[in-house]
């Protein structure tokens, strides 16, 4: 993945995203009451007891005072505060300060942390009983609400993502660390920034021994393997072929580990208009390919639209100024592997 590829994920593409947060959609402007909001909307829809705990623990998601982070727009990395003062002034001097709320927090450019209750929701239908003492990574995290829940959960939650925007915010005392539980368990969260597998310091920082890989929105057919022309600055490049990274996920898992790939996708592109690649939100390796790396396919490629709308709704994605078309305009799908 490059920087600027995972920039243009859900920013440009995905209107599963609430109001932006200059302009969040909650009466209160704040983003903590409006995750409250969500997840009383999302119960109902919840089937899992252990992810209407991870809903349900946004109660719980600390309170965060403005800070800022700095960008180098030529280079188009960011840094946080202590970086930025151990640069020389000339340096200093070319840097951007970004101030940053609550709402570029929890939402940051790819809409609410709650939309993982869904695929979180589909693993406990086949199967999956809890997270707790579980080592989860997620590839292309995109925000830390969603990890701080899995780890009030009592879960080893750790995020990788190469927008060093990211990691720059989420670098802060507090914000990554153990994560005591009022049930008395511990959970532990961590992001890190770099390209995975294909980067040997991001792989030796990641390590092994997860017990869930899941990624969201992130490995799509269109980003990863485009069927028609597309902008390169759009795309997504793994930096190894997909047999290598099949098995860089099937090695970081225990025996019987599951990956799960869930995307939510506009309508496609349709021939006679430019191709923009989050259109295509099919998983981009094939069955046989799972089998070769060692996996057993659970679901391929199932379709997930009806339920996909129906959190839509709960969420307001209809609403507001620019609503969504939801029955004609949002699809989603998921494939769920198990290492053997």
């Known amino acids: 993945m490059t920087v600027s590829c995972i920039s243009f994920i859900v920013t440009l593409a995905l209107a599963q995203a609430p109001a932006p947060a200059s302009q969040p959609a909650s009466p209160t402007n704040n983003a903590l009451a409006k995750l409250r909001l969500e997840s009383e909307a999302l119960m109902p829809l919840i089937k899992t007891p252990w992810v209407r705990q991870f809903a349900a ?47 570029d927090y929890y939402y940051t450019r790819y809409g609410t942390p709650l939309a993982y209750a869904r695929p979180l929701d589909l693993l406990g239908q086949h199967g999956l009983k809890t997270v707790r003492d579980m080592k989860i990574l997620d590839f292309g995290y995109g925000t830390i609400g969603h990890l701080r829940l899995l ?32 049930d008395g368990s511990v959970g532990n969260l961590a992001v890190f920034a ?22 969201k929105n992130t490995l799509k057919m269109g980003f990863i393997h485009p069927t028609r022309k597309a902008d390169a600055r759009r795309l997504i490049n793994l930096g190894v072929d997909d047999a290598t990274y099949l098995k860089a996920v099937h090695s970081i898992l225990k025996p019987g580990g599951l ?44 379709d997930d639209s009806a339920a996909a709308r129906d959190m839509g709704r709960a969420l307001g994605w209809d609403k507001g100024s620019d609503p969504m078309d939801l029955k004609n305009d949002l699809f989603a799908n998921y494939t769920l592997a198990r290492r053997k």
């Open 151 to 182: 780890a009030q959960l009592g879960a080893t939650a750790h995020g990788v993502d190469t927008d060093t925007r990211l990691q720059a915010m989420y670098s802060m005392e507090g914000d990554q660390g153990p994560v005591p539980n009022d």
């Open 194 to 215: 770099g390209r995975w597998p294909a980067e040997e310091a991001v792989k030796k920082e990641i390590g092994e021994g997860y017990d869930l890989f899941i990624s």
């Open 259 to 302: 990956m799960m790939i869930y995307n939510l996708s506009p309508a496609l592109s349709p021939p006679d208009k430019p191709f923009l690649p989050w259109t295509d939100g099919r998983c981009p390796f094939t069955s046989e390919q799972f089998a070769a790396a060692g996996f057993e396919v659970v679901e391929f490629e199932k």
């Open 57 to 103: 623990g946004v109660t719980r998601l600390p309170i965060i005072g403005p800070r800022k982070v700095y960008e180098d727009e030529q280079d188009r990395k960011f840094y946080n505060h202590n970086q930025y003062y151990s640069f020389g002034v000339s340096y200093q001097n070319k840097l951007i300060p970004n101030k940053l709320n609550d709402f």
